[in-house]
């Protein structure tokens, strides 16, 4: 693994499709109009003949979509997460899932990550991907991770919702990190608890576990990018082996990677304390930036600090996570 | 296109309305209104324009696949014996259309996405260089309530999809009552016309004046509807005057004076 401050990169899930697609001549393109914000302007300018225009009609994109996958394509489909769930909801689930269909939905700019406000803030995408039955839900860390998630993805039978971070996207892992759809990854290793996170919380949860180490708390970091179908193999030996766990995710703590972790602790009989942090059961609002609204929804490296502090139950203040400085296209985790 | 006299396709939309009458017959109620009222525009449809193993059938409201269902044996689709199974537990002829529903491409359940999935299947021919397949999504007037259904017209359009074919069931009828008293739809070929569709208004209970719209509608380069003015209680004179035309009670006395009514019209 890489050390923050990370590097970024731009267009990563970009040209990570077109060159998927170069070798698979099944995929196909589609777009709600937000094609350079989803990174497939590379896909419209290198692939135009299979890339296809839906306009603002998320209704309309998605039950097409479903029967271009009746037809044998594989199609990605793009907007934002909020435009991507909420408002087809009903497509989703009778146009592709109920049919069992290969469409993968991207959504871009999750949870609290974009600061214009509720409207565009996906904050329970994951929770209601989740409950659809069939449906697989990821929620990937850094680059590498999105390169490596395509080809896993490409021929799952059923759907599959990605969530992507928009904008700006960190190097986390090293170039032979080993993505698996089947496997959760702990990445360090600890006895005083452990924190599994994923997405845009993965960061924060390495540098929380960094801020922890140096006042005396070991903590076990686990990476849990596929949230449905959950490793509960993995969980549930790490679970097993620490008094508290500490679950973090850019999303409502309802419904969520939270939910799906208490629910393999507890139908495996594991006897352990478990916080989650996420927005707690409340819509956030528009900010000039991001990272305020991490802070004070209680998402910050900071927050993770605090409430693992808490779980323990250890005495005095929590420590303070000291801020990284960033330079630009640099990324320091929220 | 074969050249069918007017009288073998009333013949067709008759046994068409026979068959349904008697997968409801068994239930003593059910979507009899939608196959009366659809009669002959699944009938012209099947008889003299679509060509299975060409093309794609979608019917997008669920509650019509007795439709498809009762006309499935004019072309061999289905057999006939089956149809007794309709509605029953265990049966792929379920009441309202699914992924187990034969003869048809797709039929949606949830109102108002059929065009969306007809959209998909003209795009998926135009790729693959199919130009002679044709798709063919039969709707609903109350089906025009529904936003999604207009960005599929707008969609379609837009990418010159000529190879859509809709026709449109206008029998003024859903759920709560006649269409017109809840939501004001016409001019209905009117707003296709805006939007870029070639649009054919006929009297859908005249099964030759719907063959003829639908052989316009295919030549026409453009995307194309057929609306088929119809009522959910036509071609039965036994109905009462007030049947709810979405879900009609059909008790045994009511229906064996309808087979007997249609029997009599087919010898």
């Known amino acids: 693994m890489r050390s923050q401050p990370y590097a970024t990169v731009l267009k990563p899930y970009g040209r990570a499709l077109v060159d998927l697609a170069k070798t698979r001549e099944d995929i196909v393109c589609l777009t709600g109009d937000l094609t350079r914000q989803c990174e497939i302007d590379l896909f419209q300018d290198e692939i135009p003949e299979r890339f296809i225009h839906a306009g603002m009609a998320e209704a309309n994109m998605m039950s097409m979509a479903g029967a271009l996958a009746r037809r044998g394509h594989i199609p990605f489909v793009h907007t934002f997460g909020v435009f991507a769930t909420r408002r087809p909801f009903d497509q989703i689930v009778n146009s592709i899932a109920y049919p069992k269909l290969p469409v993968r939905i991207v959504g871009f700019m999750p949870g609290v990550s974009s600061p214009g406000g509720p409207s565009h803030q996906a904050i329970e995408d994951v929770a209601i991907m989740r409950a659809?039955?069939?449906?697989?839900?990821?929620?990937?860390?850094?680059?590498?991770?999105?390169?490596?998630?395509?080809?896993?993805?490409?021929?799952?039978?059923?759907?599959?919702?990605?969530?992507?971070?928009?904008?700006?996207?960190p190097v986390i892992f090293d170039d032979d990190h080993e993505f698996r759809m089947d496997r959760a990854q702990v990445l360090r290793d600890g006895d005083d608890l452990a924190i599994a996170a994923n997405g845009m919380m993965l960061s924060a949860a390495l540098a929380a576990a960094d801020t922890l180490a140096a006042a005396g708390v070991s903590a076990t970091v686990v990476n849990v990018p596929v949230v449905k179908p959950i490793d509960r193999t993995t969980i549930a030996a790490v679970a097993r082996r620490v008094p508290a766990v500490l679950t973090a995710e850019n999303h409502t703590i309802v419904g969520g990677l939270g939910s799906a972790i208490c629910e393999v602790i507890a139908e495996e009989g594991i006897g352990v304390k478990v916080a989650r942090v996420g927005l707690n059961d409340t819509f956030a609002e528009g900010s000039r930036t991001a990272p305020s609204l991490f802070a004070k929804y209680g998402l910050s490296t900071q927050s993770l600090v605090d409430r693992a502090w808490a779980l323990l139950g250890r005495e005095g203040a929590a420590p303070v996570v000291e801020a990284i400085p960033v330079a630009e296209g640099e990324y320091a985790p929220v | 296109?074969?050249?069918?006299?007017?009288?073998?396709?009333?013949?067709?939309?008759?046994r068409i309305r026979l068959r349904a009458v008697r997968m409801v017959a068994a239930h003593g109620f059910g979507y009899l209104g939608q196959a009366l009222s659809s009669a002959e525009l699944v009938g012209a449809l099947f008889?003299?324009?679509?060509?299975?193993?060409?093309?794609?059938?979608?019917?997008?409201?669920?509650?019509?696949?007795?439709?498809?269902?009762?006309?499935?044996?004019?072309?061999?689709?289905?057999?006939?014996?089956?149809?007794?199974?309709?509605?029953?537990?265990?049966?792929?002829?379920?009441?309202?259309?699914?992924?187990?529903?034969?003869?048809?491409?797709?039929?949606?359940?949830?109102?108002?996405?059929?065009?969306?999935?007809?959209?998909?299947?003209?795009?998926?021919?135009?790729?693959?260089?199919?130009?002679?397949?044709?798709?063919?999504?039969?709707?609903?007037?109350?089906?025009?309530?529904?936003?999604?259904?207009?960005?599929?017209?707008?969609?379609?359009?837009?990418?010159?999809?000529?190879?859509?074919?809709?026709?449109?069931?206008?029998?003024?009828?859903?759920?709560?009552?006649?269409?017109?008293?809840?939501?004001?739809?016409?001019?209905?070929?009117?707003?296709?016309?805006?939007?870029?569709?070639?649009?054919?208004?006929?009297?859908?209970?005249?099964?030759?004046?719907?063959?003829?719209?639908?052989?316009?509608?295919?030549?026409?380069?453009?995307?194309?509807?057929?609306?088929?003015?119809?009522?959910?209680?036509?071609?039965?004179?036994?109905?009462?005057p007030d049947a709810d035309g979405h879900f009609i009670k059909l008790p045994a006395e009511l229906a064996q004076a309808a087979i007997a009514e249609l029997e009599a019209r087919l010898a």
Request: charged share 20%; net charge negative; with cysteine.
């Open chain 2, 1 to 14: 296109m074969t050249t069918t006299s007017p009288t073998r396709l009333d013949a067709i939309a008759d």
């Open chain 2, 47 to 240: 008889a003299d324009h679509y060509e299975p193993d060409r093309d794609d059938l979608v019917v997008s409201p669920g509650h019509y696949i007795i439709a498809a269902f009762a006309a499935g044996p004019e072309l061999g689709l289905i057999d006939e014996a089956e149809l007794a199974t309709y509605g029953f537990d265990g049966s792929r002829l379920e009441a309202i259309g699914t992924e187990k529903s034969p003869i048809v491409d797709l039929v949606c359940g949830s109102l108002g996405s059929g065009l969306s999935g007809a959209v998909g299947f003209a795009l998926a021919n135009r790729m693959a260089d199919k130009d002679d397949a044709r798709v063919f999504t039969l709707i609903s007037d109350g089906e025009l309530e529904e936003g999604q259904l207009w960005e599929a017209v707008l969609f379609a359009a837009h990418h010159r999809l000529g190879s859509l074919t809709v026709i449109l069931d206008a029998n003024d009828s859903q759920v709560d009552g006649p269409v017109s008293s809840i939501t004001t739809l016409e001019p209905i070929a009117a707003k296709f016309e805006a939007f870029g569709w070639a649009a054919f208004d006929v009297d859908g209970h005249n099964a030759e004046a719907v063959s003829t719209a639908l052989a316009s509608a295919i030549a026409d380069p453009r995307p194309a509807v057929v609306i088929g003015r119809t009522s959910t209680r036509h071609g039965l004179d036994v109905l009462p």
């Open chain 1, 132 to 169: 659809i039955p069939g449906m697989t839900v990821i929620d990937v860390a850094d680059a590498v991770e999105i390169a490596k998630a395509l080809p896993a993805i490409v021929d799952i039978p059923g759907p599959v919702y990605l969530r992507l971070k928009r904008g700006e996207i």
